[in-house]
């Protein structure tokens, strides 16, 4: 097996460990995949779009029966595949699971075999623990978050690929990554790294119209959608709060995340619905995580400047997420910003390749091919590990 394509590796790990973990791992044992599965269910029929209540006209809503869940207001687009699963399969369970562990490899597949950098990166984040147990899942996260690497990979390809950019090729897959990265749960961040594309011509006005066409999608399937919002949580208090306290407002931002930085580093790499791996486990796969970005020299010099953008970006993204979750599912007198998990952070891993990597290698090439092969050998460790304490919770149910 070539050690210069992780992108084979990742397919004989991520199929044989994604099955192993989809069968041994309970219908509904995914966070939240109940209300994934009902949406799934709803797509296979064809309900692609759950009007509100607020929306219906009163006869509408005094012959509504439909019972809104958790996944009502999600858009079709991040179920479309597990859809198709349950279709064909006259609602398997496992079979709608198995189609969207399959979208997800493909995905993350493409997305390490296009990028011209941080390969084994990818990889390896694929392959933690908490991302492959969302894939193998009904959860939205299975489709947005391999979107997520496939949209990072392919911007990546345009900062660092070392060609010019193709107005009548690049252009048009731009637009198809916001307009489909808009409907995953607002998958937009990579964009934010457009500026650092060489692009000779009218880029200020190309990254103006990608971002307003990504936000006005998002704004218009967002605002006419169902919007699950907790008990005892009133949007307009928490609204008038941070309109009128700022201040306090990035306060309880930075307290949150100081607060809940571990937990969400945990939630991120190993931490299965109702499983919490062991925390040594936890932080040294964050360690090879760290090194296979460091010790993993990329051919393509990064400057400042990027890693800045980078930050800026990573930044926003935890702040947009706290942001709506303080609406979402914050109470008003609440200290600290509820609801915030760490899988929900896994999409913007990609960023902190560029904040961490290196185009200068620690190590000489030998060095470097062992320390891939000693990767290699821990994330089927890890994977191995993490199918036993499944099988073993699990097992008598």
Request: glycine share 4%; proline share 5%; hydrophobic share 50%.
């Amino acid at each position: 097996m070539k050690l210069n394509h992780p992108e084979i590796i990742f397919v004989i790990f991520a199929l044989l460990f994604g099955t192993l973990i989809m069968f041994i791992t309970p219908p509904s044992f995914v966070c939240d995949e109940p209300s994934h599965f009902a949406r799934a269910k709803e797509v296979s029929k064809g309900i692609l779009y759950n009007k509100p209540l607020e929306k219906m006209s009163k006869t509408e809503s005094k012959s509504n029966t439909y019972n809104f869940h958790g996944a009502s207001g999600y858009s079709p687009v991040m179920y479309i595949f597990s859809g198709m699963g349950l279709k064909i399969s006259h609602n398997n369970y496992y079979v709608g699971r198995f189609f969207n562990l399959i979208v997800w490899i493909i995905l993350i597949a493409v997305a390490i075999h296009i990028t011209p950098v941080f390969k084994w990166p990818f990889f390896v984040a694929a392959l933690l623990p908490t991302s492959i147990f969302e894939g193998m899942s009904y959860a939205a996260d299975s489709f947005s978050n391999a979107f997520a690497f496939l949209f990072f990979a392919y911007i990546f390809k345009l900062i660092y690929g070392n060609r010019e950019f193709s107005y009548k090729k690049d252009l048009p897959i731009l637009y198809i990554f916001c307009i489909t990265g808009a409907l995953c749960k607002g998958i937009i961040f990579p964009l934010f790294l457009f500026p650092l594309i060489p692009i000779k011509k009218h880029k200020f006005l190309i990254f103006i119209s990608l971002i307003i066409t990504s936000l006005t999608i998002t704004f218009l399937w967002s605002s006419n959608n169902y919007t699950l919002i907790r008990d005892g949580v009133s949007i307009e208090l928490n609204k008038h709060y941070l309109l009128n306290n700022p201040q306090k407002y990035i306060a309880k931002f930075m307290h949150t995340t100081v607060y809940y930085f571990a937990d969400w580093i945990r939630g991120a790499i190993g931490i299965l619905y109702t499983i919490c791996l062991n925390k040594l486990i936890i932080y040294l796969s964050a360690i090879m995580l760290l090194l296979s970005i460091i010790l993993i020299p990329v051919n393509n010099k990064i400057p400042t400047v990027h890693r800045n953008t980078a930050s800026i970006t990573l930044i926003i993204q935890v702040f947009m997420t706290c942001t709506l979750m303080y609406f979402m599912f914050t109470p008003y007198d609440s200290e600290i910003i509820q609801g915030i998990q760490g899988r929900y952070f896994i999409s913007a891993i990609p960023l902190i390749f560029i904040i961490f990597g290196q185009n200068i290698s620690i190590l000489n090439a030998k060095y470097t091919d062992i320390f891939k092969r000693i990767l290699t050998n821990y994330i089927f460790i890890i994977l191995c590990y993490t199918c036993f304490i499944i099988q073993n919770t699990y097992k008598l149910l």
